[in-house]
């Protein structure tokens, strides 16, 4: 059962806007599809949090994409969200695993540094937002609030946790974005920044059971706040076969015709959702220009 959703708030009368998610099973799907190892499988669940928070940001058709790409042995890491919950995601190298002597996923060993979070948001007919900030500890929660402060313009603090057991399997995913509204007092700034100081990682809250409303109520006081909305999430790949029909056409005559004598058809598989799709020489023929 998919127990995955989002919890959009304002609190303290419209001065801070606050999201939160649970999105332990879309992790686990993410994961499963690619096996990957623990700090793989927590940097790009963490990925997966934030982008398919920061969809939750957008109306109607618009997209949002995140990439990652710190120079450290995961490679890139890739993710991208619509307006409705539906999220997919992927790291080059899954079979990425370090840790901190306490135990702790080292995320950031896996990402590097050395590099930077791009963010492109299509926001329709040939309009587009990009952002780019150079990573911060490759920690991804970190990152992402240097980016919103940076690139958005809006304080904020992004709480990122997945929590993966010693057989791979995502026990607690979820995550946290609090964006600071121009308008915003004393008071409600004192508040947050004393309970982040003191909150629980995200990925025990979630693993203790709290719902996205807990987080909420955790971070700014029962009473404070009001929901908005909520929104169920799910890891979900739209690929089909006209789009990778599209990169097919970008080959020359030759290298087609390589494929169809040496192979008599092509196939190409999806990087997000590992789904194959079988090309016949005959369909490889009449892409030829
Ligand atoms: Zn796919």
Same mark, same amino acid.
């Given at each position: 059962?998919?127990?995955?959703?989002?919890?959009? #708030?304002?609190? &303290?009368?419209?001065?801070?806007?606050?999201?939160?998610?649970?999105?332990?099973?879309?992790?686990?799907?993410?994961?499963?599809? /690619?096996?990957?190892?623990? *700090?793989?499988? $927590?940097?790009?669940?963490? @990925?997966?949090?934030? @982008? /398919?928070?920061?969809?939750? !940001?957008?109306?109607?058709?618009? *997209?949002?994409?995140?990439?990652?790409?710190?120079?450290?042995?995961?490679?890139?890491?890739?993710?991208?969200?619509?307006?409705?919950?539906?999220?997919?995601?992927? $790291?080059?190298?899954?079979?990425?695993?370090?840790?901190?002597?306490?135990?702790?996923?080292?995320?950031?060993?896996?990402?590097?540094?050395?590099?930077?979070?791009?963010?492109?948001?299509?926001?329709?007919?040939?309009?587009?937002?990009?952002?780019?900030?150079?990573?911060?500890?490759?920690?991804?929660?970190?990152?992402? *609030?240097?980016?919103?402060?940076?690139?958005?313009? @809006?304080?904020?603090?992004?709480?990122?946790?997945?929590?993966?057991?010693? +057989?791979?399997?995502?026990?607690?995913?979820?995550?946290?974005?609090?964006?600071?509204?121009?308008?915003?007092?004393? =008071?409600?700034?004192?508040?947050?920044?004393?309970?982040?100081?003191?909150?629980?990682?995200? #990925? +025990? %809250?979630?693993?203790?059971? !709290?719902?996205?409303?807990? %987080?909420?109520?955790?971070? /700014?006081?029962?009473?404070?706040?009001?929901?908005?909305? @909520? !929104?169920?999430?799910?890891?979900?790949?739209?690929?089909?076969?006209?789009?990778?029909? #599209?990169?097919?056409? #970008?080959?020359?005559?030759?290298?087609?015709?390589?494929?169809?004598? =040496?192979?008599?058809?092509?196939?190409? /598989?999806?990087? &997000?959702?590992?789904?194959?799709?079988?090309?016949? $020489? +005959?369909?490889?023929?009449?892409?030829?220009?």
């Amino acid at each position: 059962m998919n127990n995955d959703y989002l919890a959009k #708030s304002l609190a &303290f009368g419209g001065e801070i806007r606050i999201y939160a998610a649970r999105t332990t099973e879309l992790v686990n799907e993410a994961n499963k599809i /690619v096996a990957a190892y623990p *700090t793989a499988a $927590a940097a790009v669940g963490r @990925t997966l949090t934030a @982008t /398919v928070m920061m969809g939750g !940001m957008l109306k109607g058709r618009e *997209t949002v994409t995140v990439r990652i790409n710190g120079g450290g042995p995961i490679g890139l890491i890739i993710a991208d969200a619509n307006a409705h919950g539906k999220v997919r995601g992927y $790291a080059s190298n899954p079979r990425v695993h370090f840790q901190y002597d306490s135990g702790k996923l080292n995320v950031g060993m896996a990402v590097g540094t050395a590099g930077d979070l791009y963010v492109t948001k299509d926001l329709g007919l040939k309009d587009y937002f990009t952002g780019q900030v150079p990573l911060q500890t490759g920690e991804i929660g970190d990152d992402f *609030t240097y980016y919103f402060t940076q690139s958005e313009q @809006t304080p904020s603090a992004v709480g990122l946790g997945v929590l993966v057991s010693p +057989e791979n399997e995502v026990i607690a995913a979820g995550g946290f974005i609090i964006q600071v509204m121009p308008n915003a007092g004393e =008071e409600a700034i004192t508040t947050l920044e004393k309970s982040l100081s003191i909150i629980k990682p995200v #990925s +025990e %809250m979630i693993a203790d059971g !709290m719902t996205p409303e807990d %987080m909420i109520k955790e971070l /700014v006081g029962e009473g404070n706040f009001k929901i908005l909305e @909520t !929104m169920p999430l799910a890891f979900e790949c739209n690929c089909n076969k006209e789009k990778f029909i #599209s990169g097919l056409t #970008s080959l020359g005559n030759v290298e087609l015709d390589e494929m169809i004598k =040496e192979d008599d058809g092509a196939e190409a /598989v999806c990087h &997000f959702c590992m789904k194959k799709y079988q090309f016949t $020489a +005959e369909e490889l023929e009449a892409l030829k220009k």
